[in-house]
């Protein structure tokens, strides 16, 4: 079988799974005190070009985004979220489940628009009833997003620009970011991803790590105990070192670059290959994930021969499935996979 | 410096991250439906000699006992717990924090005794204003405790029959199951935990893995749409192999049990040596934790040359500190522990 | 100063009053077991013509709301409502607040319509990835609807029978039942009401009590331990006689019914007047609360004379106000009012 | 029958009723921002001579607890309570609910003593591993205790220097202030407690009112948008107008302290009748709460005649009832009391 379904089919890349090897047996303080995750901090400030960031491993995206969210938010406040959105849809209500709730707003091909954000909050206090609603306490986007699209410099600035207006912080779900900021039409490295918002994190587990993610908080402005608030969260691993020996190798010689840059090429292949074929796209993007329409009957002998993620349907005889590339995917399985379908 | 403070100083063990460097190219589904957390759930049913049980994989104690005990309480209940419980002192709050009261019980050693068990619920269904209380319904204890302790056969089951009486489960923290089990004095094995509760845990963070618990439900009593909660907690890791493949590796050949015996073993010649040179122990055990009283002044000399765990104060010129050994710990390092004390 | 603004701008209905007044120096029993409760839910049975149901009374509506929900939802699930429903815009995130999603649905006049809901929940059942998202596990609709508007039996069976294909519960949020039933254009009387949901609170507050609301469970399906939850959610009255007082006496002779009719006639009246006079309705119903949109000056002026709610903004010089009467309003006060306006 | 069971079994103070009933027909605005509410609010302020204070009303005790402590405590601190504090055994888990630990500490005669509370805090911050653990960040005390006892002025100024020490709160749950401060041995007034804490409620519920208790912050120190916090946790009434009215009569006159005073003396009255019979008794205190030991046979046929209130087993064959009066207890029913005991 060919696996396209995701990009967390595979373990860890080579070097990442090397490093653990190498420091198995150096023994380390718990909790993420260790030698390890302190060089990964060092070698992520240095990447994002920000010497005061503060950095935080966590073992998964949905674990981040309750914690992040949780953490940050004050108690009359909820977050708002493209309707699209990770923490609106497919994490099975677990921003909800410690407390807060997701305000949804309109997306446009996976975003959210800056002056749709502004509507919404210039709504929100101009209703003479706010004060028995949910207050806007923080904008959570994901770069790129659940449908591979990626903002652009001035989008980024632009809603960062809200938040800064209404005081509230703006979130990065960097689950894939590095397959975002390595699409051909990117704007934005890892550096201005930092400035423009307010707290991010750097996804591993999708990029190369066996798990973990990197959140990072550029702006003064981690929770006060936040170690004692992730623990609560249960999501505080005893062995930290796991995550920091892994993010130390993913951003030594730029290899979390690199091996996002290559699975966006390896799309970009499968992506001309589709077109030549002349399959149809539900969306337009340029990153590591496809989105192609297919008939039912097609899809059903295609699933004989290759993992593919079902996204949604798309009409009686049609459905939207995903196709992704990874930091391990060979340029002949996309070979293999364009000859099949 | 020697480590001696905890058994998560080190990596994984060799057999563990040898299968994870033989496995890391195979492609696999996500979410542990993977081939290799289907191939360790066998194995440990058959270690459990339970092919009924089932089991699901987490990354972390707190987490676990976090997602175990919110998903399987009712709404009215709470869970008892030895006030020295893992889930009372060192969990920043994580089960309150998910809504569940932690309702603390004296303890023995780190150990529940049956009858104070009975007289707790006893009593509290005696108390005409109960309603008003929250109402125990789960009982948690650790194996090997907190302590270092162990339930002996003859206490876990009476422990198990005033659970049953009063129809509420019995879950073990097996965090450091294996170094319970391997205790000399011990008389249960894996079969017997499985038989004597209604859920517990495998522990693998402390005991040769790199992260990942567990969760077993012995007696058809999965919660339902128990992934569901799993990820509504933020606690389903999308490369579910990464537990899977672990899991294969400690319970082939045994492994599991191999590495946990030879832990304790170390500790039983440190217990030794420490016992010639006169030291006096806060509490007396049998396995891979020792717990020693130390002038604060030695202490300060000792943690030059030693990394050791701060356990308690125990009087304004003494510390209760603990020393623990684990699968890596070598003979020779307990041989220049001895020399250095 | 007119009031005209809601339905819960007076004290008591004076029959509800004289019932406090005269019981008030009765001992009795706390938290709800009391003899006034205990007639209070008879009254109520048998209004509804329900000998098996179950009442329980509590103080106000996000309070009900919360705590049926949070009562009846299993662990995985959330509630489906209109995305104008009540729980899903105006009550600051109380829902979410205890671990429950709410899951939006279109709207059609603030209605539910079967075949949206049919379709939402085939949609998510047909989901491959829904083992990953919330559940829908109950149907909260509000009755009258907080456009005021009003469900039809042939709507209501409809609603239910899709909840009962996929046995999730059906819960009618009725703070303005009474209001909705009395409709001139209703075909549903309280036994209809009872008969075709799962669980239904009717409102007091805003009629003809000072406070209150009685649940009514009426498929033998009571959360186990209710009191319990209904303490721990921090609802339970100590002189909980309070409610079943007032409740008594709005289910002595029909008074229920009866000043919910003269306040749906006053508003018939208010309405018939408004149209009179060529103003423009937000929305068409036939309950006691009425929607206009006025030009923004107007209402600077009709504010320095009658207090009305801001319901939202129309565009950029007119808003949509809401009129309201309840049991208190006079006939006088609306001719008044029709004068100014 | 006789009720001596609690000072919950009656209605509102006849002073209080009265207001209610010429108040009924006033229209005012909903949620608390009524006339009546805010006159309450100043003769609170007067009666506790702090004119910067802040007051807010919310319904019951349990609503209260709940709503403040949630609201106060930063997201990583549990409270400290006495292990016999309400908020730790009778109110169904409603503080963890909310995901708040209670941290018990031992009680003297249901009070907390400085010295404890400093040790149990030193200790904590000198527990290396504290940051695992639930930071203390509030004190919760009750006066009069659920013993029936009283702080005196130095112990409550100790506890107090003890928490701005630690830069905690200390809250007074005042369920039964009234009934404290009028003890013949108290030396606090309501100026004493509002000076020597950070937040109190004066209860209503328990003093005359129907329902109400009002929540005083004294140190510019409300919670941001705390009225929206109400409402998140279901517990703003629309008709705020009804503890508005009661507590603005409950403090005209010092009708407050005046039916206090005379349940505190009804009460003396009992307990010398008691101590001349010769019943033993469980506690001493000279509030409204008597607690004696009673043979099981003896509380048989006493409860044929009286209602009263189990409190906890004392042994085999002696219980402990407890014994109340309230502003409503007449003077002859004492006397028939001590006739039938």
């Given amino acids: 079988m060919l696996y396209f379904s995701n990009d967390y089919s595979y373990g860890a890349h080579p070097e990442v799974l090397k490093r653990l090897v190498e420091t198995n047996m150096v023994a380390t303080e718990g909790y993420g005190e260790d030698i390890f995750c302190l060089r990964a901090k060092e ?192 999501a505080l691993l005893s062995k930290g070192r796991l995550l920091g020996v892994q993010f130390d190798a993913l951003f030594t010689d730029d290899l979390y670059l690199k091996i996002s840059k290559k699975a966006v090429e390896t799309a970009s292949c499968l992506r001309e290959g589709l077109i030549k074929k002349g399959y149809k796209f539900f969306i337009e993007n340029k990153t590591n994930q496809i989105f192609i329409i297919l008939n039912n009957e097609k899809l059903r002998k295609l699933q004989e021969k290759v993992v593919v993620s079902f996204w949604e349907k798309y009409d009686e005889t049609h459905t939207v499935i995903r196709l992704a590339t990874c930091w391990a995917t060979k340029k002949e399985d996309v070979d293999k996979l364009l000859e099949i379908m």
Same sequence: chains 1, 2, 3, 4.
């Fill in 43 to 234: 070698k992520i400030k240095k990447a994002i070009e920000n010497p005061e960031a503060e950095i935080f491993f966590l073992a998964g995206g949905t674990q981040t985004n309750q914690v992040v969210i949780n953490s940050m938010l004050q108690k009359h406040q909820g977050v708002i979220a493209a309707n699209t959105g990770h923490i609106a849809t497919h994490e099975a209500g677990a921003i909800e489940f410690t407390g807060n709730k997701v305000l949804p707003i309109k997306h446009i091909d996976g975003k959210i628009c800056s002056d749709d954000l502004r509507d919404f909050l210039n709504t929100f206090y101009n209703d003479e009833n706010h004060s028995h609603m949910v207050y806007p306490g923080m904008v959570y986007i994901s770069f790129s997003s659940e449908y591979g699209t990626i903002y652009y410099k001035d989008e980024l600035v632009s809603l960062h620009n809200v938040c800064k207006e209404y005081q509230i912080p703006l979130y990065i779900d960097g689950a894939r970011l590095g397959y975002g900021i390595s699409a051909e039409d990117s704007d934005l490295n890892l550096k201005d991803i930092a400035e423009n918002c307010d707290v991010f994190y750097i996804g591993g587990t999708k990029i190369g790590a066996l798990c973990g993610e990197a959140v990072v908080f550029t702006k003064n402005n981690v929770p006060l105990c936040f170690t004692t608030l992730i623990k609560k969260h249960g």
